[in-house]
């Protein structure tokens, strides 16, 4: 099973928030996933727009999981 870390959107109609997850590779960008890590919201201010759980991610990168090129930029910016 490859895992992927990736967003999954959640939020209403023309705003979005996002949750930072642990999921299948095949699975629906909406569907199940393993692990929450996280949130981020692209509209609010920039210190509460990323909350993610830094030690679990790492752990979860040492398991194989790879994330989603926009997730690699949003670790890099968490310090990850």
Do not use: H, N
Not at 20 to 43: C, H, N, S, W
């Amino acid at each position: 099973m490859a895992t992927r870390i990736r967003l999954r959107r959640v939020g209403r109609k023309k705003v979005p928030i996002y949750r930072v997850v642990v999921a299948d590779q095949e699975r629906a960008r909406d569907g199940r996933f393993i692990a929450i890590l996280g949130t981020y919201d692209p509209r609010a201010e920039t210190s509460k727009q990323l909350q993610i759980d830094v030690e679990e991610a790492k752990s979860w990168l040492k398991k194989g999981a790879t994330p989603s090129d926009t997730v690699s930029a949003l670790l890099k910016k968490a310090g990850v």
